[in-house]
T-cell receptor, first 114, second 113 residues
Framework: AQSVTQLDSHVSVSEGTPVLLRCNYS??????LFWYVQHPNKGLQLLLK??????LVKGINGFEAEFKKSETSFHLTKPSAHMSDAAEYFC????????????FGAGTRLFVKA | DGGITQSPKYLFRKEGQNVTLSCEQN?????MYWYRQDPGQGLRLIYY???????QKGDIAEGYSVSREKKESFPLTVTSAQKNPTAFYLC????????????FGDGTRLSIL
């Protein structure tokens, strides 16, 4: 069965400190994994995607994520938080099967303190 | 600029009334999706369409209907059968294939009068 778990509903960091948003997944097939960001009253914007190429994926705005198959994790990181990073982040898993199998995590709200 | 346009941004529904949310894309994507987002929850799939004139129910299709007569358009009707329609509705599109990233509109917020 396919599932995705975002381990923290809220994360708070100070500006200039590292960000870590955690995501674990389960999948019966080779998954594609995504991170999206959502600012208030806006749609979701793709940050990065993993589709079985390099396990370390670089995205927009300085974010990156590492696919670890042995740990079934796809954590999102950024070396230095900026105030504009405050938003909701969603981890998403899709399976490469026929039909539609895409699951969204419940989201992690990131707060950035000045 | 290519993208997805949802309208209106805010919508109010009276009891017993059907309302239709618009979603238009100019990305030449085959697949389109409707999601419902409630506070503190992730996105839940209402309907999706992978090709014109075909669509499939998602996890929470009851009380909703869709049509896909044109590639660019995928309107969602919230019917009076949907007893708790207050939510943020997001439309998305992608190239065909569930492993393709989705592009989202800016949403419609529906409230009950």
């Amino acid at each position: 069965a396919q599932s995705v778990t975002q381990l923290d509903s809220h994360v708070s960091v100070s500006e200039g400190t590292p960000v870590l948003l955690r995501c674990n997944y389960s999948s019966s097939y080779s998954p594609s994994l995504f991170w999206y960001v959502q600012h208030p009253n806006k749609g979701l914007q793709l940050l990065l995607k993993y589709t079985s190429a390099a396990t370390l994926v670089k995205g927009i705005n300085g974010f990156e994520a590492e696919f670890k198959k042995s740990e079934t994790s796809f954590h999102l990181t950024k070396p230095s938080a900026h105030m504009s990073d405050a938003a909701e982040y969603f981890c998403v898993v899709s399976e490469r099967t026929g039909g539609f199998k895409t699951i969204f995590g419940a989201g992690t709200r990131l707060f950035v303190k000045a | 600029d290519g993208g997805i346009t949802q309208s209106p941004k805010y919508l109010f529904r009276k009891e017993g009334q059907n309302v239709t949310l618009s979603c238009e894309q100019n990305l030449n994507h085959d697949a389109m999706y409707w999601y419902r987002q409630d506070p503190g929850q992730g996105l839940r799939l209402i309907y999706y369409s992978q090709i014109v004139n075909d669509f499939q129910k998602g996890d929470i299709a009851e009380g909703y209907s869709v049509s896909r007569e044109k590639k660019e358009s995928f309107p969602l009707t919230v019917t009076s059968a949907q007893k708790n329609p207050t939510a943020f509705y997001l439309c998305a599109s992608s190239s065909r294939g569930s492993y393709q990233p989705q592009h989202f509109g800016d949403g419609t917020r529906l409230s009950i009068l």
